[in-house]
């Protein structure tokens, strides 16, 4: 990890980031869980740690096995091998109607023939609490996701956001030690999707519940989470923070899943007092980028090198910095989104680059045209270092 | 049956009790509905007798204790030998397949019609299918004893209409069969076609005529064509139970109406030649196999288009 | 295309046509006051009033509806185990066997059914002793297997459109598998299973062929009776008992489609 860049985090505040805490042992622990079905492998022998109070995030495409994982930690399936050990005991064979986890269902999965406070409650009554405590505790989770008017009604009579809030009661009013949540913001739509990220992540802060999510939207990983892990093909490509996992990616496959990201070939000509000077025939020049981890740096191994769009400026004149790496493009595309603008910029040889700025400056006239002729720059610690 | 109890042992708990609950229906199955063909097997291979069981056993115990097997294929033999019934099988296909024909040009157009209209007069339609086939079959079928009749119903509208002088021969004959056949299996045929013609998605036809398909085009392009599982499943639902049909050929059908439902009971309760009785059942059974099969496939694959696949 | 309409029309009205006139016409002779089906002597309700008097016809239509009730029970019961194992439980050993038993009496010829039913209670009275004499527990014994056949048809096809989640979903808030059978799969799947009991229960209602062959001395059937009778041709008291069957059954489906209406009404307009 780069700490010249990361702004030191105050390594006493140790209340975000749990799993930098020695004192805190993790809720749930995955041990070299793998999962067969037949001979088609849907789990890879992965292992993680998820801690107490985290909002956790499995982000990965279809295919990658991350509802498998997701629904062995309910238990649904039954890991082929390795075990899962939450809140200290050993859960791997245990019957999801015993395990201290709740999991709201993508499709909701709200009772149908019954009413709302029924099926908030359904939950209680299994664990043969009183009567009374299960209408006191019914009402408080409703009030809590503002649904308690709608207590009479039945699920055929809810709309998708009123839905899914009586489904997070259900999963919530009996307090798991974990909340597994599949795709929890799939089916809505775009306005309330950003509502209900935000109210999730205070939910979860007030409750002090652990969340576990599984997504294949990165930007709700990003949003929701303290830390995700990409998972691709059922194995683990990379556990970190959204902004380690962003601006750190390991590989080629989460630098180019979580966000986008312009990755370039080159071949290692020179290493000096850390900074690795590569040769880029897709750009036709010397780039240089900062040694990463513990990669092999001989000269003339195959590297990737990878730059974010919004890490590279546009500029008319070409600017003086010997910490940037400069290359001279014309303007091939443009895309004006109002606070950002998008870029497609060709190099001399051919190449495509993305580029995105922001218009900090209030004007209605483009500063920047098609076919201009500009300079495209990036800091040298800008550029991620990749294995091929 | 070791292995299977076993294996419903080492499953997963969560289904635990259902698979232990299976156990009750699946011996009833196995014991009325599969053993009972074994024994028609059996005394297909048997030699009729004037006793009580009418047929030979298959195992006969000498008196010094040694077992023999009395199999014989005479019955059999005398089913192909005799032209009597390879013309009773083959005029009991026939008669079922011109039905089943029947039916699809009468039922498509209907479930066609039916699966176009808004949905509170397609209900109501359906309804109008719904309600004859709850209704007795048997009672069906004895209605048309009324109207076919030479002195029936139709006859008698007929002549008083002047149309006829004499009365037709409604009954007792193959078209009698043919109308009780059709009108008793419509229902199975119209909602087979009905539910594949209502899943179709409607923009396939617009999309064919926006492209330039004369409506007859459409229909023959692209209606036809997706509606295929529907007449598949319809007909077999028809051609299958009617081959075997006794209680129509019986009250409406004539002497000379060969179907081999009638023609087993005869061989069963008039000649009581079980044996006999038991091979023409078994050939019957062959000779459906293969359509059963093949409705069966139809079932499970419209079954797990249905189920949808993994997520 | 208004061409094709009318043509369309025709043949629809004509189908429908086909379908009901039978059964009216034999409504209205059900009230014809003439023993000859040929002549229309008025408006009467002597057949009607001679069935009371009729015991062959009470004492068989008593015993076909215990049959009826007692078979379609138990058909629903076992119906309802099969069709679930059917959708539930994926793959086991024994699963293409079942199958094959339980689709194959939707189609099988009832005579086949009947002759391999008779010979096994033939076999089964001559190893093990039981049944003694054959009867109303055999019919009832062959009404409930294939009426099974059936029952697991409708409830399959109501489970296969169910969502699979809301059982997990009962699980993973504490349901046992029994509990949540009780609590979330029998209330989604009822319907379906009062619609298998309705079908079971017409069915053995309807059977002459296969109690025919399974029946002893002394229990007639309903149907049996009616057959019998009408082999010989109309009769007219046939008439009236077939207009009562119309009628109530008539009766029993538009109420039932009422209700589903209803159901299903109500949960649209609240969206």
């Known amino acids: 990890m780069d700490e010249n860049i990361l702004a030191q985090k105050d390594t006493e505040d140790l209340k975000y980031t749990p799993w930098l805490n020695p004192e805190i042992s993790p809720m749930v622990q995955i041990k070299s869980v793998s999962k067969y079905f037949g001979s088609v492998c849907a789990v890879d022998e992965v292992s993680l740690d998820v801690y107490p109070g985290e909002l956790f995030t499995i982000l990965g495409g279809s295919g990658s096995g991350k509802t498998t994982l997701l629904r062995m930690l309910a238990g649904f399936e039954r890991p082929t091998s390795g075990s899962i050990i939450i809140d200290g005991v050993d859960m791997t064979r245990v019957p999801p109607y015993e395990r201290p986890v709740n999991m709201m269902f993508q499709s909701y999965a709200l009772f149908p023939h019954m009413t709302v406070e029924q099926n908030v409650a359904y939950g209680l009554k299994k664990s043969g609490i009183d009567k009374q405590e299960i209408n006191t505790r019914t009402a408080e989770i409703l009030e809590l996701v503002k649904m308690g008017p709608l207590a009479k009604r039945k699920p055929g009579a809810l709309s998708g956001g009123e839905s899914q809030r009586v489904a997070l009661a259900r999963a919530l009013v009996k307090r798991p030690r974990l909340l597994l949540l599949d795709e929890p913001l799939a089916a809505l739509d775009r306005k309330l999707r950003e509502h209900t990220q935000f109210e999730l992540m205070n939910l979860q802060e007030e409750l002090g519940i652990t969340f576990m999510v599984v997504t294949h939207d990165q930007q709700e990983a990003m949003i929701l989470s303290s830390r995700i892990v990409v998972m691709n093909r059922g194995r683990f490509e990379q556990i970190g923070t959204p902004g380690e996992v962003y601006e750190y990616p390991d590989n080629r496959f989460v630098a180019d899943f979580v966000g986008k990201i312009n990755l370039m070939s080159a071949e290692v000509v020179a290493v000096e007092s850390g900074i690795v000077t590569l040769y880029c025939d897709e750009v036709g020049a010397e780039l240089c980028a900062y040694a990463s981890h513990d990669q092999t740096l001989e000269p003339g191994t195959q590297k990737w090198i990878a730059v974010r769009p919004e890490k590279i400026f546009i500029s008319k004149e070409r600017p003086h910095d010997d910490a940037m790496t400069v290359l001279k493009a014309t303007v091939n595309d443009l895309g004006y989104f109002g606070n950002l603008s998008l870029y497609r910029v060709e190099l001399t040889n051919g190449r495509i680059l993305q580029v995105s700025g922001q218009n900090r400056v209030r004007t209605s006239r483009k500063t920047v045209e098609w076919d201009d002729e500009v300079f495209i720059s990036w800091d040298i610690r800008s550029a991620i270092l990749l294995e091929a | 049956m070791k292995k299977l109890f076993s294996n419903l042992q080492r499953a997963d708990g969560r289904r635990q009790w259902l698979r232990f609950a299976l156990v009750l229906p699946y011996l009833w199955l196995l014991l009325f509905f599969l053993a009972p063909f074994a024994i028609i097997l059996k005394i ?29 294929v005479d019955n059999y033999l005398f089913l192909f030998q005799d032209r009597y019934y390879i013309t009773i099988y083959l005029s009991s296909i026939k008669l079922a397949a011109i039905s089943t024909l029947l039916c699809l040009l009468l039922g498509y157009p209907v479930a066609y019609f039916i699966a176009r209209q808004k949905p509170r007069l397609r209900n109501l339609l359906l309804l109008g299918i719904i309600v004859p086939f709850w209704i007795s079959f048997l009672l069906r079928v004895y209605a048309w004893i009324g109207l076919l009749n030479s002195h029936g119903v139709i006859n008698n509208f007929l002549m008083w209409s002047g149309i006829i002088d004499q009365p037709l021969t409604l ?141 | 295309m208004k061409q094709r309409s009318r043509g369309l029309l025709t043949v629809v009205a004509f189908t429908y046509a086909f379908l009901y006139v039978p059964i009216i016409s034999v409504m209205v002779y059900s009230f014809n006051d003439s023993r000859l089906v040929t002549l229309w002597g008025g408006w009467s309700l002597r057949w009607y009033r001679s069935l009371l008097d009729n015991d062959a016809v009470i004492e068989a239509a008593m015993l076909s509806l215990q049959i009826a009730v007692v078979s379609a029970t138990v058909a629903v019961i076992f119906g309802t185990l099969v069709g679930l194992a059917l959708n539930r439980l994926g793959r086991f050993r024994g699963r293409t066997l079942l199958t094959g038993m339980v689709t194959s009496p939707l189609v099988m010829p009832e005579i086949i059914t009947g002759i391999s039913l008779l010979f096994l209670f033939i076999s089964l009275s001559d190893w093990i002793g039981w049944p003694r004499t054959r009867g109303a527990t055999t019919i009832t014994i062959a009404h409930i297997t294939f009426s099974m056949a059936y029952v697991a048809v409708v409830i399959r096809s109501r489970l296969s459109g169910m969502d699979q989640s809301l059982e997990e979903a009962a699980m993973d808030l504490g349901g046992r598998p029994l509990a949540v059978f009780f609590d979330i799969t029998v209330p989604a799947i009822l319907p379906a299973m009062i619609s298998g009991w309705l079908l079971a229960f017409t069915l053995s209602l309807d059977d002459v062929v296969i109690a025919s062959f399974v029946s002893g001395p002394g229990a007639t059937t309903l149907p049996m009776l009616i057959f019998s009778k009408v082999r010989l041709g109309v009769t007219p008291d046939i008439n009236a008992i077939a207009t009562i069957i119309i009628l109530l059954v008539s009766t029993g489906v538009v109420a039932a489609a009422l209700v589903n209406r209803g159901r299903s009404n109500k949960s649209v307009d609240s969206e």
């Open chain 2, 171 to 311: 009954i007792y004959n193959d078209f009698a069969v043919y109308v009780g056949i059709v009108y008793s299996y419509l229902p199975f045929m119209i909602l087979p076609l009905y539910a594949n013609l209502e899943k179709m998605n409607l923009d396939l036809q617009e999309a064919a005529a926006d492209l330039g398909a004369r409506p007859w085009q459409v229909f023959l392009n692209v209606t036809l064509p997706l509606s295929i599982p529907g007449i598949i499943a319809g007909c077999l639902l028809v051609f299958i139970p009617a081959i075997g049909e006794f209680i129509i050929p019986a009250l409406l059908g004539g002497s000379d109406t060969l179907m081999i439902g009638r023609a087993l009971w005869d061989e069963f309760f008039i000649n009581r030649d079980w044996p006999v009785a038991s091979a023409v059942s078994v050939v019957l059974l062959m000779i459906l196999v293969i359509p059963m099969m093949w409705l069966q496939k139809t079932q499970s694959r419209a079954e797990s288009n249905a189920n949808g696949g993994a997520s």
């Open chain 2, 44 to 72: 297909s291979l048997a030699d009729p007798l004037v006793a009580q069981p009418p047929f030979t056993a298959l195992l006969d115990w000498a008196a010094t204790g040694w077992q023999r097997i009395h199999v014989t």
